[in-house]
């Protein structure tokens, strides 16, 4: 652990009025698991889409494996090292389950179809939906989608795995087939740095989780030690009424 | 009487399944095309005299009409698809353009554009090429079917424009993202996956903008171009039968018009069905 891969340092970002991240600094090292969690406005999913400059950011610095986010270039750059997972999955209904796992691999990464095929089905072996691969997106169910939507960001090869509120669209029974595939890739190294409010994940995959509150970083630690025992009065608050449920 | 059911009551139910239904309704509208051919093919046996002479006599105009549709209409999709994506642009010198052409050109009638762009735009060009003493620009001869096809793809290209715009913005923003979050540039994320999408959403509204284009070219005639609607008026005055040669035109245009109105809902029920 000795070079952060992300490095966050002072960002601000403002939607009209809103301050939406106030001053936020965040080193995240290669193989974290970072579970961020926090109420609604509180500037996790920007803080996330920041890392990919899906959101510009107005002052601060984001440092992605060295690169730092400013030129068009370098954004490309990035995100081809940068996998995201989306809360309303993202598919291309107008593509199969396989061309959705390879377009940007033939594109983006110029490799041959028969290499990118071959990378796809291999991945949605993985992540168990092997036997979909002629559907469209939208003959799947919610879960199915959504691990077709890992497959794709994976086929990349990225060295970050960003997922936002990668379950906050599912039924309760599917909820599950997701995080299981999100375990697999905890447990394999990856570098992952996930919006959710599932304890379950992050007390089992999670080395690190942090609660934000009006785009500020409130509280950081191990889930076990910031879930069982908060420091700060306002996680407190914010746990108890999500553990009510 | 005793009410039983009849095998014949089992057979009507079955053509109201759902499934089944689909199929005929695609064709059901190809007899108006068939209906209004064969009034055309019955008039031109039955009553050569005049009929006939006069389908011979506009045939060349009608191939111009049809060509003259066809070519502009790629021209216009091409147009449409770079206006749409310019009015779309964040680039505010790109957007300006694009919406001035826009705005521009969707406030000027047709005829006037087909009439400035025969008689001024050949003017315009020779004397610029005097200005910069560029002789190809300076002995500049007009082409009335070029001309033609550039007034029409400009004005209509405005219009088509506004589709594409329309069509672009329907796709959810989520489907750039995914695709940019993936290295994709703009570029290459509007071309593999938001235009093939948003292609499907238009073509409804493109394909009627192409039936459009079908009876606006009629106004080409009034710029010296030989489309079906000139070669009608030639007959005419040189045969002085208004009823027989315009009702003959008007089958012909109905003819194209309700044909490829068929074909376009054809094209629109298969796409829905790939999908």
């Not at chain 2, 029409?152 to 995914?178: D, M, N």
């Amino acid at each position: 652990m000795a070079e952060a891969i992300i490095k966050i340092e002072n960002v601000h970002k403002y939607f009209g009025q809103v301050h939406a991240l106030d001053d936020v600094s965040l080193e995240i090292y290669k193989g974290e698991v970072v579970v961020i969690l926090g109420p609604s406005g509180s500037g996790k999913s920007t803080l996330l889409r920041c890392i990919n400059h899906l959101e510009v950011y107005n002052t601060g610095k984001i440092t992605v494996d060295g690169i730092i986010l400013k030129s068009a270039q370098n954004i490309n750059l990035v995100r081809q090292e940068v996998g995201m997972v989306f809360q309303q999955f993202n598919l291309f209904p107008h593509l199969t389950v396989l061309d959705n796992v390879t377009l940007a691999q033939r594109v983006v990464r110029k490799r041959k179809p028969e290499e990118a095929e071959a990378i796809a089905l291999n991945l949605l072996t993985k992540v168990g939906i092997e036997e979909k691969s002629q559907a469209y997106p939208l003959q799947l169910s919610g879960g199915q989608q959504q691990r077709v939507a890992i497959a794709r960001a994976l086929a990349m090869n990225p060295k970050i795995m960003l997922f936002d509120e990668p379950t906050s669209a599912l039924d309760p029974e599917m909820i599950k087939e997701v995080l299981d595939v999100m375990l697999a890739l905890a447990k394999e190294g990856m570098t992952m740095v996930v919006v959710s409010h599932e304890m379950g994940f992050a007390r089992a995959a999670a080395s690190r989780v942090i609660f934000m509150d009006e785009g500020r970083i409130v509280e950081q630690g191990q889930p076990d030690q910031l879930f069982d025992a908060p420091k700060e009065e306002r996680t407190k608050i914010f746990l108890s009424k999500v553990l009510q449920i | 009487m005793v009410k039983t059911a009849t095998p014949a009551t089992g057979g009507s139910e079955l053509k109201l399944i759902p499934g089944n239904e689909l199929p005929t309704r695609i064709d059901a509208w190809w007899w108006l095309v068939g209906a209004v051919a064969l009034i055309i093919i019955l008039l031109m046996v039955f009553k050569p005299d005049p009929y006939r002479n006069i389908v011979f006599f506009v045939r060349d105009g009608l191939l111009t009409t049809l060509l003259l549709t066809v070519i502009s209409f790629v021209f216009i999709l091409i147009v449409g698809i770079i206006g749409g994506l310019g009015r779309i642009a964040k680039n505010p010198a790109i957007h300006f353009v694009a919406t001035m052409y826009v705005e521009i050109f969707r406030g000027i009638p047709l005829l006037v554009q087909l009439i400035w762009w025969y008689f001024a735009a050949p003017m315009v060009i020779r004397s610029f090429g005097n200005l910069i003493d560029f002789p190809p620009l300076a002995n500049y001869q007009s082409n009335a079917f070029v001309l033609a096809v550039v007034g029409l793809v400009i004005c209509y290209g405005a219009y088509v424009s506004e589709i594409f715009r329309a069509g672009i913005e329907s796709i959810p923003r989520g489907q750039i993202e995914a695709a940019r979050s993936q290295g994709m540039t703009y570029l290459q994320a509007m071309r593999y996956v938001i235009l093939p999408q948003a292609l499907r959403v238009v073509m409804p509204p493109v394909g009627n903008e192409f039936i459009m284009l079908i009876k606006d070219t009629s106004l080409v005639s009034a710029v010296a171009m030989a489309d079906l609607t000139r070669r009608g008026r030639e007959y005419m005055s040189a045969h002085f039968n208004p009823i027989e040669t315009w009702t003959m035109v008007a089958l012909l245009y109905l003819v194209m018009t309700l044909f490829f109105t068929r074909l376009i809902s054809w094209l629109e029920k298969r796409r829905n069905l790939e999908k």
